[in-house]
């Protein structure tokens, strides 16, 4: 219109629903289940075929995952070291270029945003990865640093190749110089191809990281290569189930990122979700250290623990018990475990269960029995080391296990 | 070996004065220094001139009339709540104006003991004593408004969060009377009568009571009384010496750096400047990411500029007898006028007719007359611009008294520009951040503020952005001294 007003129609379409990532049709091909999920607004197999196909897969041979949907930021400039640092609880100085890190930052109060990987390429050039959108946030972060932050998530894609047969199909892909990296290490193989040895499973895993045009192409050169070392493509389920008895804690489900709780002391604390260890005090001013300091002197509010349950019902939202009479908290994530042979979970406990107090606790666990609902108080274990442990996971250079 | 102090104070202005003064006299050792040559900040006589509330001890005041003039000749001479013709005669609006502005001094003395001291935090909780202390003090305003009785708390409650346009014209018709309390609602601030929270704003200014007085010897003066009382306390201060850096070691202030490379140490700084400045000052690492975008988003756009002019003698003001014409001068037509002087400020422009607040200062030689015009843009002010806003505010002290612009000898201008570089004020503004209502009391400078306190242990806020804010009153200095002596940081 000449007077200045913009007619709808004339407005280019904007995409409505799920966007495809560029491997969709190569999923889409081999789905049997076609069962698709929403991650972060892409299209996601929650199944490609069954879960338990997909879950031993991970364990015993190894699996593709089309990890591009993750939120990815780029943060590079003289001060880029100095703003994350600022930003994340661990000591950024110690992770030398060429590693990876695993991440938690806070807000003012010492209340976990969300947890990440920070890949750092060089000195001064940082990737972070992770669940939420946090462009906003690492602007206002970066607000008063010489460093630039550019939205890389739908720039930079990603495979995620895991399982002990994982090495030997990059070995065939022609990408056997990944043989040198040790866990957490992180390599520019070729032209456009980073390769990290970083995963979700808590097993031997790689992640690779190219531009998003590039992606069908590293796919199916890694899918050729499937056939005698069984890899499968997988969906988000499986992955769920092997980071459960790896033992890591996953945004939304086992903490609530605290600028997306809208209800008040939603927040948790890397202290409470167990991750003191990141918390690094002696590092200078960090975003929520004060408040943290002073958490770590009277103590946490919550203990996220891991928990060997009785039985064997998953016991996914339980609600545990002291003396099988106290509300003390709630199973978070609780799944069987194939691998451990247990019923294994996640689980929020009230200070000071999970931290002085572990005995006499139990879950309370509900199972429908066609049609019929039967309650069942089973005793738990609190858990220190992870549910799924093997040295394969960190043996350099890594086998065809 | 470097100069150690207790207290290092940024800033020699009257709240950095009052704050060094305060805790000199408890014993602690104090250095304020200032990057100008002078004391004072913005109480000196080239950026203001009238004090409404009570003088520091040793500053003789004297209270004036207002006039808001007229357009038509129909002066309105004022004091507190009385209101007549220049001429003589009666006004007819006389009667409401005086229910209206004894029912906002009224109103404004229930919030006095809440601006003048620490705002209220209920922080600690209320199981220990300190915490009931805080509750207590917000009991006291429950009760006072209570004791209004039910149709004037109703009325306090009903006001308190609206604007001054409607309050001012339910009362009475548009003119210069209503004009003069509209632009009294905005001065200093960047909003106009019809913006939210000019209600609050107005009974801010009158909460002393409303009498407007010219502090003998002027506001150089008043400055030179605050450096007395500080100086007299022990506090040494150093003129024509710039803060670069404050030391931050392990989460505690260590001292600062001072322009001629010097260091000096101490366990405290406070710091006259806005909470930006004072956090680049510490560096931005050294505080928490929601702390810093509050401080950027502090609302400070400067929107006042003052005007000095040198006459060749004693302008004469139509309708104005000559001791009238020593009243305080006000160009506020109408509300609706000092709304639409707001409006091109909103895009950065100047004002077609601006709001302007004028005192002829005392004295036998050359007189000056000093003008305080709002509603002017912070920034972008070239050599025309400021030529021609001069000439417009020239032009219109002219049309109520003709020949004015002759007596001109010579104009100083201050932008919002000039006054954020001579003083540190934040954007150049009056009263440091905007007086608005998410900006007051326990929101003052910013959530999380209130208490004077940063979050690096041993720095304080000082100065005007910092509650009760604004007007020469040293109270957010005592204030903050008291923190720093309650913290027991220094």
Same mark, same amino acid.
């Given at each position: 219109?000449?007077?200045?007003?913009?007619?709808?129609?004339?407005?280019?379409?904007?995409?409505?629903?799920?966007?495809?990532?560029?491997?969709?049709?190569?999923?889409?091909?081999?789905?049997?289940?076609?069962? $698709?999920?929403?991650?972060?607004?892409?299209?996601?197999?929650?199944?490609?075929?069954?879960?338990?196909?997909?879950?031993?897969?991970?364990?015993?041979?190894?699996?593709?995952?089309?990890?591009?949907?993750?939120?990815?930021?780029?943060?590079?400039?003289?001060?880029?070291?100095?703003? #994350?640092?600022?930003?994340?609880?661990?000591?950024?100085?110690?992770?030398?270029?060429?590693?990876?890190?695993?991440?938690? *930052?806070?807000?003012?109060?010492?209340?976990?945003?969300?947890?990440?990987?920070?890949?750092?390429?060089?000195?001064?050039?940082?990737?972070?990865?992770?669940?939420?959108?946090?462009?906003?946030?690492?602007?206002?972060?970066?607000?008063?640093?010489?460093?630039?932050?550019? !939205?890389?998530?739908?720039?930079?894609?990603?495979?995620?190749?895991?399982?002990?047969?994982?090495?030997?199909? #990059?070995?065939?892909?022609?990408?056997?110089?990944?043989?040198?990296?040790?866990?957490?290490?992180?390599?520019?193989?070729?032209?456009?191809? *980073?390769?990290?040895?970083?995963?979700?499973?808590? !097993?031997?895993?790689?992640?690779?990281?190219?531009?998003?045009?590039?992606?069908?192409?590293?796919?199916?050169?890694? *899918?050729?290569?499937?056939?005698?070392?069984?890899?499968?493509?997988?969906?988000?389920?499986?992955?769920?189930?092997?980071?459960?008895?790896?033992?890591?804690?996953?945004?939304?489900?086992?903490?609530?990122?605290?600028?997306?709780?809208?209800?008040?002391?939603?927040?948790?604390?890397?202290?409470?979700?167990?991750?003191?260890?990141?918390?690094?005090?002696?590092?200078?001013?960090?975003?929520?250290?004060?408040?943290?300091?002073?958490?770590?002197?009277?103590?946490?509010?919550?203990?996220?623990?891991?928990?060997?349950?009785?039985?064997?019902?998953?016991?996914?939202?339980?609600?545990?018990?002291?003396?099988?009479?106290?509300?003390?908290?709630?199973?978070?994530?609780?799944?069987?475990?194939?691998?451990?042979?247990?019923?294994?979970?996640?689980?929020?406990?009230?200070?000071?269960?999970?931290?002085?107090?572990?005995?006499?606790?139990?879950?309370?666990?509900?199972?429908?029995?066609?049609?019929? $609902?039967?309650?069942?108080?089973?005793?738990?274990?609190?858990?220190?080391?992870?549910?799924?442990?093997?040295?394969?996971?960190?043996?350099?250079?890594?086998?065809?296990? | 070996?470097?100069?150690?102090?207790?207290?290092?104070?940024? =800033?020699?202005?009257?709240?950095?004065?009052?704050?060094?003064?305060?805790?000199?006299?408890?014993?602690?050792?104090?250095?304020?220094?200032?990057?100008?040559?002078?004391? =004072?900040?913005?109480?000196?006589?080239?950026?203001?001139?009238?004090?409404?509330?009570?003088?520091?001890?040793?500053?003789?005041?004297?209270?004036?009339?207002?006039?808001?003039?007229?357009?038509?000749?129909?002066?309105?001479?004022?004091?507190?709540?009385?209101?007549?013709?220049?001429?003589?005669?009666?006004?007819?609006?006389?009667?409401?104006?005086?229910?209206?502005?004894?029912?906002?001094?009224?109103?404004?003395?229930?919030?006095?003991?809440?601006?003048?001291? +620490?705002? +209220?935090?209920?922080?600690?909780?209320?199981?220990?004593?300190?915490?009931?202390?805080?509750?207590?003090?917000?009991?006291?305003?429950?009760?006072?408004?209570?004791?209004?009785?039910?149709?004037?708390?109703?009325?306090?409650?009903?006001?308190?969060?609206?604007?001054?346009?409607?309050?001012?014209?339910?009362?009475?018709?548009?003119?210069?009377?209503?004009?003069?309390?509209?632009?009294?609602?905005?001065?200093?601030?960047?909003?106009? +009568?019809?913006?939210?929270?000019?209600?609050?704003?107005?009974?801010?200014?009158?909460?002393?009571?409303?009498?407007?007085?010219?502090?003998?010897?002027?506001?150089?003066?008043?400055? =030179?009384?605050?450096?007395?009382?500080?100086?007299?306390?022990?506090?040494?201060?150093?003129?024509?010496?710039?803060?670069?850096?404050?030391?931050?070691?392990?989460?505690? &202030?260590?001292?600062?750096?001072?322009?001629?490379?010097?260091?000096?140490?101490?366990?405290?700084?406070?710091?006259?400047?806005? +909470?930006?400045?004072?956090?680049?000052?510490?560096?931005?690492?050294?505080?928490?990411?929601?702390?810093?975008?509050?401080?950027?988003?502090?609302?400070?756009?400067?929107?006042?500029?003052?005007?000095?002019?040198?006459?060749?003698?004693?302008?004469?003001?139509?309708?104005?007898?000559?001791?009238?014409?020593?009243?305080?001068?006000?160009?506020?037509?109408?509300?609706?006028?000092?709304?639409?002087?707001?409006?091109?400020?909103?895009?950065?422009?100047?004002?077609?007719?601006?709001?302007?607040?004028?005192?002829?200062?005392?004295?036998?030689?050359?007189?000056?007359?000093?003008?305080?015009?709002?509603?002017?843009?912070?920034?972008?002010?070239?050599?025309?611009?400021?030529?021609?806003?001069?000439?417009?505010?020239?032009?219109?002290?002219?049309?109520?008294?003709?020949?004015?612009?002759?007596?001109?000898?010579?104009?100083?201008?201050?932008?919002?520009?000039?006054?954020?570089?001579?003083?540190?004020?934040?954007? =150049?503004?009056?009263?440091?951040?905007?007086?608005?209502?998410?900006?007051?009391?326990?929101?003052?400078?910013?959530?999380?503020?209130?208490?004077?306190?940063?979050?690096?242990?041993?720095?304080?806020?000082?100065?005007?952005?910092?509650?009760?804010?604004?007007? &020469?009153?040293?109270?957010?200095?005592?204030?903050?001294?008291?923190?720093?002596?309650?913290?027991?940081?220094?």
């Amino acid at each position: 219109m000449m007077d200045g007003r913009i007619e709808t129609r004339d407005v280019a379409a904007v995409p409505v629903g799920l966007i495809e990532t560029p491997v969709f049709s190569r999923l889409d091909q081999i789905s049997t289940a076609k069962q $698709w999920g929403n991650w972060a607004g892409y299209i996601s197999p929650l199944v490609l075929d069954t879960m338990e196909f997909e879950y031993f897969a991970i364990r015993n041979q190894s699996t593709l995952l089309d990890v591009s949907p993750m939120h990815k930021y780029r943060v590079t400039g003289p001060d880029a070291e100095t703003m #994350l640092n600022r930003m994340v609880t661990r000591d950024l100085r110690k992770v030398a270029p060429g590693r990876v890190a695993y991440a938690m *930052w806070c807000d003012e109060e010492g209340m976990v945003i969300d947890d990440g990987t920070l890949f750092r390429f060089a000195e001064n050039d940082f990737r972070l990865c992770c669940q939420e959108s946090m462009h906003g946030w690492l602007l206002d972060a970066a607000w008063g640093f010489d460093v630039e932050v550019i !939205d890389e998530s739908h720039s930079v894609a990603g495979l995620s190749l895991q399982g002990p047969t994982s090495f030997s199909v #990059l070995q065939a892909a022609g990408l056997g110089a990944a043989g040198s990296l040790k866990p957490f290490d992180l390599v520019k193989l070729e032209p456009d191809l *980073w390769v990290s040895r970083t995963g979700f499973t808590g !097993d031997l895993g790689y992640e690779l990281w190219v531009p998003w045009d590039r992606l069908t192409k590293l796919w199916d050169r890694l *899918w050729a290569q499937r056939a005698p070392w069984g890899m499968r493509a997988i969906g988000t389920h499986a992955l769920d189930m092997v980071r459960i008895e790896a033992g890591f804690v996953a945004a939304k489900v086992d903490f609530q990122p605290v600028l997306t709780a809208s209800r008040l002391g939603r927040g948790r604390t890397p202290i409470e979700l167990g991750f003191e260890r990141l918390v690094h005090f002696d590092k200078g001013h960090f975003n929520g250290r004060r408040a943290l300091l002073k958490q770590r002197d009277t103590g946490p509010r919550y203990n996220l623990v891991r928990l060997d349950i009785g039985g064997f019902k998953p016991a996914q939202d339980a609600l545990i018990y002291h003396r099988k009479r106290r509300e003390v908290g709630h199973v978070t994530s609780g799944i069987w475990s194939p691998t451990a042979k247990r019923n294994i979970a996640l689980a929020e406990l009230r200070a000071p269960f999970g931290g002085e107090k572990t005995d006499d606790l139990w879950a309370e666990v509900y199972v429908n029995e066609e049609g019929r $609902w039967d309650k069942r108080l089973v005793p738990v274990t609190v858990q220190t080391k992870p549910f799924f442990r093997n040295d394969r996971a960190r043996a350099t250079p890594p086998r065809a296990f | 070996m470097n100069a150690r102090f207790d207290v290092i104070v940024i =800033g020699a202005g009257h709240n950095g004065l009052a704050a060094a003064e305060a805790l000199a006299k408890r014993g602690k050792s104090v250095c304020v220094v200032e990057q100008s040559d002078a004391v =004072g900040g913005m109480a000196c006589d080239r950026l203001a001139h009238l004090l409404y509330n009570p003088a520091p001890s040793g500053v003789e005041t004297r209270e004036i009339d207002t006039v808001s003039l007229s357009p038509e000749g129909a002066h309105v001479l004022i004091r507190r709540g009385e209101a007549r013709f220049t001429s003589g005669k009666p006004h007819p609006d006389a009667a409401a104006y005086q229910t209206l502005y004894r029912r906002l001094v009224r109103y404004a003395g229930l919030l006095h003991q809440l601006a003048e001291a +620490p705002p +209220p935090g209920l922080e600690q909780g209320v199981t220990s004593l300190a915490g009931l202390r805080e509750l207590s003090r917000l009991a006291k305003l429950g009760v006072g408004v209570k004791r209004l009785g039910k149709a004037e708390m109703r009325e306090f409650l009903r006001i308190l969060l609206t604007n001054a346009y409607d309050l001012l014209l339910d009362e009475m018709p548009d003119g210069p009377l209503p004009g003069a309390l509209a632009a009294d609602a905005v001065r200093g601030a960047f909003s106009g +009568p019809r913006s939210p929270g000019t209600v609050l704003s107005l009974m801010y200014r009158l909460r002393h009571g409303g009498g407007v007085f010219l502090p003998a010897g002027g506001m150089g003066a008043v400055a =030179g009384a605050y450096a007395e009382g500080a100086r007299r306390a022990g506090a040494e201060v150093r003129c024509g010496l710039g803060v670069t850096r404050v030391i931050v070691e392990g989460d505690k &202030v260590a001292g600062v750096l001072l322009s001629d490379g010097g260091r000096l140490d101490a366990s405290a700084v406070l710091s006259s400047v806005g +909470p930006m400045q004072t956090m680049r000052m510490a560096g931005i690492a050294e505080f928490d990411i929601e702390a810093v975008r509050r401080a950027r988003k502090l609302r400070a756009k400067g929107s006042t500029a003052k005007l000095n002019l040198r006459l060749g003698g004693v302008p004469e003001f139509t309708g104005l007898s000559a001791a009238q014409v020593k009243a305080r001068l006000l160009v506020a037509p109408s509300v609706a006028g000092v709304e639409r002087s707001f409006n091109p400020a909103k895009y950065g422009d100047l004002p077609k007719q601006p709001v302007l607040e004028m005192v002829l200062t005392d004295g036998t030689g050359p007189s000056t007359l000093s003008v305080i015009a709002g509603h002017v843009p912070e920034t972008s002010w070239t050599t025309d611009r400021r030529e021609s806003f001069t000439a417009s505010v020239v032009e219109t002290i002219e049309r109520f008294a003709p020949g004015f612009g002759s007596l001109v000898e010579e104009a100083d201008l201050l932008t919002p520009e000039d006054i954020s570089a001579m003083t540190g004020a934040p954007g =150049g503004h009056w009263h440091h951040a905007e007086m608005g209502l998410d900006q007051m009391l326990t929101t003052r400078p910013t959530v999380g503020m209130a208490r004077y306190r940063f979050g690096v242990a041993g720095l304080y806020l000082c100065g005007a952005s910092a509650h009760p804010g604004g007007d &020469v009153t040293g109270a957010p200095g005592r204030n903050s001294a008291a923190q720093v002596l309650a913290d027991g940081v220094a």
